[in-house]
């Protein structure tokens, strides 16, 4: 077998689905079936597949240029792009470094936080806090601020970078005072004892993702920024999952009331049809990069960072965003899922949970969830699981019709 699947052992694996076409939020397998894609081809099909809107797009910058370097060359797609994040971002978020993928993106804002504190003069700032249960990329670098047990950290001993880690917050996105207080008090211990090597605080904030769909509150993120500038630490929101509606609001950040120094885009930003990242910076942390010294320039250059093809399609995606409501939508699939989803019950069930396009059934024991990949496409819907979590994160332009059937589907599963 030539072709290597991700996240497989290939001796065992079951031969994958092959899909012949795609179309809306609908998969057109070789074999005849079709099914609806429940999970947006790993989150990132927000406006659903072969849109009219963006294929026009891409077919008019195909015309002109599909790639030009940034190095000692600019073009017009990245520069209108880059104004248009920071229009649309969090006010302060003022810089935008474009990389060709999320855990790309995560890797730069790393380097990012290091290097701006020893621009500062702060040399002994080079490690990042982050929290149990994150998921933030496979890269080096990105898979060393991801979960210490379960993010694969065994495998590579000795080669990722020593990191520190927190609980995950507790308490759901409706979290009460005490346990937001516990949260807190657990930051503010490991900052108060090792803020003077620690860079950065890195959180997906509100949802972490494939890290195991913890929610948590904005509250803690609010009172979080707080801390981190108490001290001197940075602090960056990896929103490559969360960004462009995912957590019912454009961006998470957006339900927090905060500005973080470093926020991450990537999926939703390119609605699925390439790899490409952003990483926003506010004035603060660009201006300690501007320099007569060299070595204070920051050293990081992706061959298709600012893509023209890549940015025209964000652009597209972006204008659909707005022109099309999609926050609205995104809030009829909410309440959607809190009827069917929440509801859900049975004695393989632990916990259920909504927040914004993302319903989640998570169980005590993955074995209660094995070969309901097959039970689902059975029925129509392409639902991927993974570890003891079933969930959907469907397309924006999925229909009532289709996302109740998804629903039917995950219903079925736990009442057999």
């Known amino acids: 077998m030539s072709l290597w699947y991700p996240y497989a052992q290939m001796k065992t694996m079951s031969p994958p689905l092959d899909v012949a076409s795609a179309s809306g939020a609908v998969l057109q397998l070789t074999d005849g079936r079709k099914l609806i894609d429940s999970i947006s081809s790993w989150w990132c099909v927000i406006h659903g597949y072969n849109h009219p809107v963006i294929n026009a797009a891409i077919q008019q910058q195909l015309t002109q240029m599909s790639h030009v370097m940034l190095g000692g060359l600019t073009h017009e797609p990245a520069r209108k792009l880059a104004d248009k994040l920071v229009a ?8 935008v470094f474009f990389g ?23 040399h002994d700032k080079t490690q990042i806090l982050a929290l149990e ?9 990105a898979m060393s601020v991801c979960d210490p047990v379960e993010g694969m950290h065994s495998l590579f001993a000795g080669l990722l970078p020593q990191q520190r880690f927190l609980p995950a917050p507790i308490g759901g996105f409706d979290a009460d005072e005490s346990a937001t207080q516990h949260n807190l008090k657990l930051l503010s211990a490991m ?17 972490q993702a494939a890290g195991g769909f913890n929610f948590y509150s904005p509250t803690y993120l609010k009172e979080a920024r707080r801390i981190c500038d108490e001290h001197n630490v940075l602090l960056i929101f990896d929103e490559v999952a969360t960004g462009f509606g995912r957590a019912g609001s454009l961006f998470a950040a957006d339900q927090t009331g905060i500005t973080p120094d470093i926020m991450v885009l990537g999926k939703g930003l390119t609605a699925g049809y390439a790899g490409h990242s952003a990483v926003m910076a506010t004035d603060r942390l660009f201006n300690a ?7 204070k320039s920051f050293m990081h250059g992706p061959t298709f960072m600012g893509n023209p093809m890549a940015c025209t399609i964000a652009l597209s995606s972006i204008e659909l965003f707005e022109k099309e409501d999609r926050l609205s939508r995104i809030q009829q699939i909410e309440s959607i899922l809190k009827d069917r989803i929440l509801p859900i019950t049975g004695k393989a069930v632990k916990d259920t949970r909504v927040l914004g396009a993302t319903g989640v059934v998570e169980v005590d024991d993955s074995a209660s969830l094995q070969g309901v990949q097959n039970f689902a496409a059975d029925r129509g819907v392409w639902l991927r699981p993974f570890g003891t979590y079933a969930y959907t994160m469907p397309p924006y332009v999925i229909t009532d019709e289709q996302l109740h059937q998804i629903c039917d589907v995950l219903q079925a599963w736990f009442k057999q």
Do not use: C, R, W
């Open 191 to 207: 900052l108060d004892e090792h803020a003077n090597t620690i860079a950065a605080f890195i959180v997906e904030p509100l949802i």
């Open 100 to 122: 060709d993928s999320g855990s790309v993106g995560v890797e730069i804002a790393l380097k990012m936080a290091i290097q701006y504190h020893k621009n500062a003069g702060s």
């Open 88 to 95: 649309m971002t969090p006010d302060g978020l003022n810089h």
């Open 289 to 295: 990069f501007l320099s007569d010294d060299e070595s």
């Open 133 to 141: 249960k994150a998921y933030h990329g496979d890269t080096i670098g």
